[in-house]
């Protein structure tokens, strides 16, 4: 076992990224009978930041993702919300949590809800389906959709054949957990997933966000992360899809941007902003060159998610 230091695995933002890209094939995956229930031909409405200001907080430590997607019924097409929330660790205060939702959401949009809950953690036996209340003849009982996704990571070769990227999510989230921050096991599973994208042949817009979600989720120390990088590189220049490997490389830079970050190397995390930036708009101004010098680090985070989309300097610091 490395006894590198590995930072803590990441869950929230991965499967926010996959469920945003993939949210028919997280159900196809999930919950295959809801799912067929669905008119797929119009195209579901993210309506996450309006859950955000729902105002249902949870606490810090809590590691979970929400989604709320309005989709239409083939049955009459009915407009219904779908709460999804990925739990990944064992939390006593969810089925109140779920029920909290459920009331918040149904008083504020007038619509159906299905309530849904991926059982992301690693607790065989944790298995909650809803909450009850009872207290001197008044009593409330609020039932909610479960999977567990232990019970479909077990099966590794089916997650590698499947062409559902969901499967493929699964698998880094089964993999991230049994490393238990052994640098040597979760770079080992990283570079294994890597290569599994190359081969599934999928369009360049999924292998990126794919992407994101191993470099989100399989957080690696310094040292490993280098050499991943370069894998990276060596895998995309030598493989079938050598159209990505400039976009790769800019991701991956941009990750290392993030990871500088995470770990507190300021100093790095600007001297590689900043060759991003001279690298898309040329030489910068001194004012641009003095606010990267003088930047918090969340500061520094926000200016490099902003760099992928950004046309001009203007963009990313107004």
């Not at 159900?27 to 229930?37: G, Q």
């Not at 590794?156 to 640098?183: F, G, K, R, Y």
């Not at 030598?238 to 290392?256: A, R, V």
């Amino acid at each position: 076992m490395s006894t590198a230091a590995t930072p803590p695995a990441r869950y929230d933002l991965p499967w926010k990224a996959a469920l945003s890209h993939a949210f028919r094939r997280f159900l196809d995956f999930y919950f295959a009978d809801l799912s067929a229930l669905i008119d797929w031909r119009q195209r579901p409405r993210f309506r996450d930041k309006e859950l955000a200001r729902l105002g249902l907080g949870r606490a810090p430590d809590v590691m979970v993702a929400d989604k709320l997607v309005e989709v239409r019924l083939r049955d009459g097409a009915r407009r219904v919300l779908i709460h999804v929330e990925i739990q990944a660790q064992h939390d006593s205060r969810l089925a109140r949590r779920m029920r909290d939702y459920y009331s918040r959401i149904r008083e504020t949009y007038g619509l159906p809800v299905i309530s849904l809950v991926l059982l992301a953690d690693d607790h065989p036996s944790w298995r909650p389906e809803g909450f009850h209340e009872a207290l001197h003849g008044t009593a409330m009982t609020f039932s909610f959709g479960t999977a567990k996704l232990l019970d479909c990571a077990a099966d590794i070769d089916a997650l590698e054949a499947s062409d559902n990227p969901i499967a493929w999510v699964t698998h880094a989230h089964a993999l991230t957990q049994q490393a238990h921050h052994d640098a040597d096991e979760l770079y080992t599973a990283k570079r294994h997933l890597t290569q599994l994208l190359f081969q599934h042949g999928w369009r360049e817009r999924r292998i990126m966000v794919l992407f994101d979600v191993i470099n989100w989720m399989m957080v690696l120390p310094e040292a490993y992360e280098r050499r991943y990088l370069q894998e990276v590189i060596w895998l995309a220049k030598g493989s079938e899809m050598k159209k990505l490997f400039n976009p790769l490389e800019q991701m991956l830079i941009n990750d290392g941007i993030k990871i500088g970050l995470e770990q507190g190397r300021k100093e790095g995390a600007v001297a590689l902003l900043e060759r991003q930036l001279v690298q898309r708009f040329g030489p910068l101004p001194r004012a641009v060159s003095n606010k990267l010098a003088q930047a918090s680090l969340a500061q520094l985070e926000a200016w490099s998610d902003a760099l992928a989309a950004a046309q001009s300097l203007k963009q990313i610091f107004n």
